[in-house]
């Protein structure tokens, strides 16, 4: 009878040990299942969260790519605004400079004032005349300062000069008034350019009128340019006995400090005004192209070489 209840109470202990076993394994399967399925939710929610933020990013570079390309738009638009604001104004400028250029009778009349004929006289009993323009000078005092403004005459050399004599007088006048500028013998009345065809002579009673027709008008240096129209005012001997003469021309070649051109340049004509007629301003000086020779070259001494 002891022997059979050993081995009764033997078999329910092996019964719960096999339970235990069983029970033990299904809570690990279930624990291992919750784990697996934990693992995935991670991973699924990682996945999750990693796709909203690529596709935040792709909408964050498609919105900075669309906004780059609107800056660029708006660049774009503001050059080619500025672009045609640009080719507006070259217009408008063309088209007021069209509609403010003068015509050549108001040319010749802005330089009438300017223009003086000049008469000189020589004791031999000599005479010459010939065209000028005025300029406005200043002397230069001892100590370094300026004296007041004075008006001068600028003509050819060969006006004022018959082998290297000066005149014993001269007169100046103008085609709008009936006064008359005189030129004594007094030192330093005439000079004498060594190197151009170009003299200038101070009246002996200069007033304000007379410095209000200074040349005021000078073309920028490096105008004009080879085909520019040209108009040149002058006394030809052959023109008009009591007020100016005009003939016009281009401008046909440069050389050195003269400007060639096909206006006619007769004699008395040199030493009058040479203007560029595009901006209506003072380019130089009718005179000869070499010492001596005749004046039908048609050359026109620049203003800055005897300014």
Not at 2 to 25: C, D, E, R, S
Not at 240 to 258: H, L, N, V
Not at 273 to 298: D, H, Q, R
Request: charged residues 25%; proline residues 4%; glycine residues 8%.
């Amino acid at each position: 009878m002891k022997n059979k209840q050993k081995g009764f109470i033997q078999i329910p202990i092996l019964v719960a040990i096999i339970v235990g076993i069983f029970v033990i394994g299904g809570v690990g399967y279930v624990g291992v299942e919750q784990y697996q399925n934990y693992k995935i939710a991670e991973a699924e929610k990682e996945k999750t969260t990693q796709d909203k933020e690529s596709k935040m990013r792709e909408l964050a570079e498609a919105q900075q790519k669309s906004l780059e390309e609107a800056k660029s738009e708006i660049e774009k638009l503001k050059q080619e605004s500025a672009t045609t604001k640009e080719k507006q104004q070259q217009l408008e400028s063309t088209i007021n400079i069209e509609n403010d250029r003068l015509s050549l009778g108001e040319i010749i009349s802005f330089w009438r004032k300017s223009l003086a004929y000049i008469v000189c006289a020589w004791s031999s009993g000599e005479m010459s005349a010939g065209s000028g323009w005025v300029e406005s000078l200043r002397r230069v005092n001892p100590d370094g300062s300026y004296g007041p403004w004075f008006p001068v005459v600028h003509t050819n050399k060969h006006v004022v000069s018959s082998d290297n004599y000066r005149p014993n007088k001269c007169e100046i006048t103008f085609p709008d008034i009936d006064k008359v500028y005189k030129v004594g013998e007094e030192a330093g009345a005439v000079l004498s350019s060594e190197n151009y065809d170009n003299a200038v002579i101070t009246p002996n009673n200069p007033d304000s009128d007379l410095i209000a027709r200074k040349i005021q008008n000078y073309c920028k240096k490096g105008d004009p340019k080879i085909g520019d129209d040209v108009l040149v005012l002058g006394y030809p001997t052959i023109g008009s006995k009591t007020d100016i003469t005009a003939t016009e021309g281009i401008i046909s070649g440069i050389d050195g400090d003269y400007f060639i051109t096909s206006a006619k340049i007769d004699a008395g004509n040199s030493g009058g005004i040479a203007v560029l007629t595009k901006n209506n301003c003072f380019i130089g000086m009718p005179t000869y192209a070499t010492l001596g020779e005749i004046e039908s070259l048609g050359r026109i001494l620049n203003a800055w070489a005897v300014k």
